[in-house]
């Protein structure tokens, strides 16, 4: 396999910047079933920083007042059309509750943020995710509304500014914290990336043929990271991102011919179920084993936040190259 193949596949993107069970869904129903292992549950314990360089300890407000984390992205337009109106609430609860507006940092840049910050004139602190909060919060859709209430646990897991939100807001916003305070909910460790050079291990994934790849020696291995809907829905808000997704998958299957090494495209869960999965697979006719990431975690132990991106290892399981945009 000569790596500079794999880098002339994705010489172009040098300027380029769903639920995982059940069929899918509406992002409302997404949230719902995202939802069903927070609701009531205690609050993540996270320390997050703003673009404009504002500590939030999210930990230290439990027991204080309550927490709205709202999850979007810049190029998500059901996101565009609540951001309006999510600053009209910034504006009426700002005082009471929490409010942090979290760009999920997937296929984003600081200045896509800042601009879509402009746009809209937000107010509230804007984080931008590295792939934990998102984690913790089971995030499935954009938008993903998490409301917390003033005694620290969840109570609202949702996708629209409907009036279930709405009466969910007003509800905590005038809700005194109970007087006990609670245990956090159990916070696992967040690993660093591994970077070039590092060696791979504890890590696995299964493919959708029900295959476990785990990341040690062996045979090269070339890691495509991807969302079906790249191609489609990025069309209109993202043209370039989408292009480079199309020319990745074509010519990466081209690239797979060699046996030398072994592909593997791994999907995120956003706006992503298994059967969605296997929809396109059957549509593009691929040939590459694909496999869904259901958590998130070997986008994160990659480092992974822009899509496409591809992870070479070598045949002693370390990394070799990350060809990203």
Not at 38 to 65: C, E, F, H, M, N
Not at 120 to 140: C, E, F, T, W
Not at 142 to 151: F, G, K, M, N, R
Request: hydrophobic residues 40%; contains cysteine.
């Amino acid at each position: 396999m000569k790596w500079s193949a794999v880098f002339l596949l994705l010489c172009g993107l040098a300027g380029v910047a769903v639920a995982a069970d059940g069929d899918g869904g509406s992002g409302a129903q997404r949230a719902q079933r995202a939802g069903k292992t927070l609701i009531g549950q205690p609050g993540p314990a996270a320390t997050v920083t703003s673009i404009d360089g504002q500590r939030i300890d999210l930990a230290s407000l439990y027991g204080k007042q309550p927490v709205y984390l709202k999850f979007w992205a810049t190029w998500c337009k059901p996101c565009n059309e609540q951001a309006p109106a999510f600053e009209q609430i910034y504006e009426k609860y700002g005082k009471r509750i929490a409010v942090v507006a979290v760009n999920t940092g997937y296929s984003e840049t600081e200045a896509d943020v800042r601009a879509f910050i402009a746009r809209y004139k937000l107010q509230m602190p804007v984080v931008i995710d590295d792939g934990s909060l998102a984690g913790k919060l089971n995030l499935r859709v954009t938008p993903q509304h998490v409301i917390i209430d003033a005694s620290g646990r969840i109570v609202h897991v949702g996708h629209l500014d409907d009036k279930e939100l709405r009466d969910a807001l007003e509800r905590v916003a005038t809700t005194r914290p109970a007087a006990s305070t609670i245990p956090l909910a159990p916070q696992g460790t967040t690993a660093a990336a591994f970077k070039v050079g590092d060696r791979v291990g504890g890590i696995s994934v299964t493919t959708m043929m029900g295959k476990k790849v785990s990341f040690n020696a062996g045979k090269p291995r070339a890691l495509v990271f991807f969302s079906p809907w790249c191609e489609s829905y990025l069309r209109d808000t993202r043209p370039v991102v989408a292009a480079a997704c199309e020319r990745t998958r074509i010519e990466s299957e081209k690239l797979a011919k060699d046996r030398s090494t072994e592909w593997l495209a791994i999907s995120s869960p956003s706006w992503t179920s298994r059967a969605e999965l296997a929809d396109y697979a059957k549509q593009h006719h691929t040939s590459i084993p694909l496999a869904l990431d259901e958590d998130g975690e070997i986008f994160r132990a990659f480092g992974v936040q822009n899509i496409p991106t591809i992870v070479m290892l070598d045949a002693q399981g370390r990394v070799s190259k990350i060809i990203a945009p």
